[in-house]
């Protein structure tokens, strides 16, 4: 399954965030930078399913429009994804992102993300928990691609389309 701009913006329409004027905004990038896309690009590969693709353009989309909400902080990722770089290389001696998935995924697991509980003012696993891998996850079952993923192709916000509108639930 490939995740699309489309679907970034239908996870933040989701999240109550104005995914028009994000689209609008679009092709005047420079909200982000390279490297906290690239740094969460990597993550997303880690958290999400393999049979995903398309991660790039989802992810920078939703940077771009993430950062238009309340509560989401560009310095606070920016700062996360130094600590997990600090940690890569401190421990494979590489960068995070020079890295491949399953060996990101060790250094989450390390650094303790994979059991923490998420909270934005927490200790520092707890902040990539919240900040990170479940705002990630949020976006990409919010979206209908992702929602597809887990059976759920019409998420909360996304309308389904004339075919959700005309047909019944499946009887199942």
Request: proline fraction near 5%; hydrophobic fraction near 35%; charged fraction near 25%.
């Amino acid at each position: 399954m490939e995740l699309t701009r489309r679907d970034a913006l239908l996870a933040l329409s989701a999240m109550g965030i104005a995914a028009g004027g994000v689209a609008q905004q679009l092709g005047d990038r420079g909200t982000v930078s390279a490297e906290v896309t690239d740094g969460t690009v990597a993550v997303a590969e880690v958290v999400f399913p393999s049979s995903v693709s398309g991660n790039r353009e989802f992810v920078e989309t939703y940077l771009d429009g993430r950062t238009e909400g309340d509560g989401y902080s560009l310095e606070e990722i920016a700062s996360l994804l130094d600590t997990i770089d600090r940690e890569a290389k401190r421990s494979t001696g590489r960068s995070f992102t020079d890295l491949t998935p399953s060996k990101r995924d060790d250094v989450l697991r390390e650094i303790g993300a994979a059991k923490a509980y998420p909270d934005p003012d927490g200790t520092v696993p707890q902040r990539i928990r919240y900040y990170l891998v479940n705002d990630l996850l949020y976006a990409l079952y919010s979206s209908p691609t992702g929602g597809e993923l887990v059976g759920n192709e019409n998420p909360v916000g996304h309308p389904g389309g004339r075919e959700a509108y005309q047909e019944g639930p499946d009887d199942e």
